[in-house]
């Protein structure tokens, strides 16, 4: 949202600019040519045109290139934008989950489900949990188990490397990383994928 208010933001300022330089230069116009007429009428009209075309033309060149200037400006700043943007998004979207966490614990155990869910129909599931997490996944144990097979057997462990809110989960086929961290690293890379394929 702030990426587009910005882009939008700077197309506004550079139309306006541009709309200035027609204005500025539709005055100039206007004292370019009486110039030309009164240089016309001492050194003769020919003369006069000739000169008046002259700088009418490269009048033109330098609006051109200030054009062109103002297009480059606007492509690099939207460029330094775009990192900026994706930067706060990310703090925001980490301070947003976390808070969210803290507040409502129940999410982590829809986290633990969701793990649970994508390892399938392993055998044994072994859960690491940081200490804070620990009790309140012990006392949901029962359901969590019931989400497995009848004869899968599922662990739940303390880890202190782990970060609060956060689980590793590992089966037989591989491991699953539920941390924060990690979701906003995919988040990341998910918006890095989007921007590279403007």
């Given at each position: 949202m702030i990426y587009r208010q910005k882009k939008k933001r700077v197309i506004q300022e550079t139309a306006e600019w541009i709309e200035q330089e027609k204005t500025a230069w539709a005055k100039e116009k206007?004292?370019?040519i009486e110039q030309a007429k009164a240089a016309g009428y001492q050194e003769?009209?020919?003369?006069?045109?000739?000169?008046?075309?002259?700088?009418?033309?490269?009048?033109i060149a330098k609006i051109n290139e200030f054009a062109d200037t103002a297009q480059k400006d606007y492509v690099r700043t939207i460029s330094?934008?775009?990192?900026?943007?994706?930067?706060?998004?990310?703090?925001?979207?980490?301070?947003i989950l976390r808070r969210q966490l803290q507040h409502n614990p129940e999410a982590f155990y829809e986290i633990v489900v969701a793990c649970i869910q994508e390892a399938g129909d392993a055998a044994?599931?072994?859960?690491?949990?940081?200490?804070?997490?620990?009790?309140?996944?012990?006392?949901?144990?029962?359901e969590l188990q019931n989400l497995l097979d009848e004869n899968a057997k599922l662990l739940i462990k303390v880890s202190k490397t782990i970060p609060e809110f956060s689980c590793i989960l590992e089966h037989p086929l591989?491991?699953?990383?539920?941390s924060v961290d990690t979701q906003l690293g995919q988040i990341r890379q998910a918006l890095e994928e989007i921007r590279a394929g403007k």
């Open positions: 206007l004292r370019l003769g009209f020919r003369v006069g045109e000739q000169t008046g075309i002259a700088q009418y033309d490269s009048l330094q934008a775009d990192d900026a943007i994706m930067q706060i998004a990310i703090a925001a979207a980490d301070k044994k599931i072994t859960i690491f949990v940081h200490p804070q997490q620990y009790e309140m996944l012990i006392h949901q144990k029962n591989g491991q699953i990383d539920a």
